[in-house]
């Protein structure tokens, strides 16, 4: 089985990149063969850089040359839900691109709103970029469903986070979300984005924020996961 893991930056999969390292055999740089529950699995590490546009020509060179039985998207995010606490781990079922579009006498419209877009055109339901495939592992069966808004500027406005919750009514933002969910559904690659939660969408005040919390309950739920492939 060959899978794919991948993230925005080398430090929100660290621990499980170790974890590789220590437990896997190295076959080129960022690949690796592991032992697995019904024979071995081969796993690729591609770290994106931040952001769609490097999320989506990272993924772009890799599938042309690469076809993993799956992919998974591991990274923190901020949620709009005050009901989920900083480290919550989701499973992102459906992504929107929160910021593409445009602005018309203060109002923002997206792409499907003015036209450019036709609504329900693949690989799109409505407007979002929809994740159905069912076989989750047993890991992450009892994680919340979330909805994921892509920005390419984090909110940090009343304004801007009122806008996306009114339009998009997302549980969690992130900057890559969209582009993974894309790419997968064009090239028609299971797939799995994983999230935790390191701080609510608000006014910016990184001292709230948990970033070591997510990044730990993030990497333990990746171990979970991993070892839970080889029965899909």
Same mark, same amino acid.
């Given at each position: ?8 930056t080398?430090? @929100? ?5 170790? #974890?590789?390292?220590?437990?896997? @055999?190295?076959?080129?740089?960022g690949?690796?063969?592991?032992k697995?529950?019904?024979g ?20 772009g ?7 993993p ?8 995010a901020?949620?709009f839900?005050? $009901?989920?606490?900083l480290g ?5 079922r459906? @992504?929107v ?7 018309? =006498? ?7 709103g003015?036209?450019? #877009? ?14 159905? #495939? ?5 890991a ?6 979330a ?10 406005s009343?304004a801007?986070?009122n806008?996306?919750e ?6 969690i933002?992130?900057m ?18 994983? =999230?935790?939660?390191?701080n609510y969408?608000?006014?910016? $005040?990184?001292?709230? #924020?948990d970033i070591p919390?997510?990044?730990k ?9 991993f ?6």
């Amino acid at each position: 089985m060959k899978v794919l893991i991948t993230a925005a930056t080398a430090l @929100e999969i660290k621990p499980f990149t170790d #974890w590789l390292q220590e437990t896997g @055999e190295a076959t080129s740089a960022g690949n690796f063969t592991i032992k697995g529950q019904k024979g071995a699995l081969e796993v690729a590490v591609l770290v994106t850089g931040i952001g769609m546009m490097y999320t989506g020509f990272s993924l772009g060179k890799y599938f042309a040359l690469h076809r993993p039985d799956v992919a998974i998207q591991a990274g923190i995010a901020g949620c709009f839900r005050r $009901d989920w606490a900083l480290g919550t781990g989701v499973v992102v079922r459906r @992504e929107v691109l929160g910021d593409l579009g445009a602005e018309d =006498r203060g109002e923002f419209a997206d792409l499907f709103g003015i036209g450019l #877009w036709q609504h329900d055109m693949s690989p799109f339901t409505h407007h979002y970029l929809i994740n159905t #495939w069912e076989q989750l592992p047993p890991a992450l069966q009892a994680l919340p469903q979330a909805t994921g808004v892509s920005v390419n500027m984090v909110s940090g406005s009343a304004a801007t986070i009122n806008r996306l919750e009114q339009k998009y009514q997302p549980d969690i933002e992130s900057m890559e979300g969209a582009a993974f969910h894309y790419a997968c559904l064009m090239e028609h690659i299971p797939f799995l984005q994983l =999230r935790t939660i390191s701080n609510y969408v608000e006014v910016r $005040d990184k001292s709230k #924020w948990d970033i070591p919390l997510a990044v730990k309950n993030l990497n333990n739920l990746l171990r979970q996961t991993f070892a839970e492939l080889p029965i899909i």
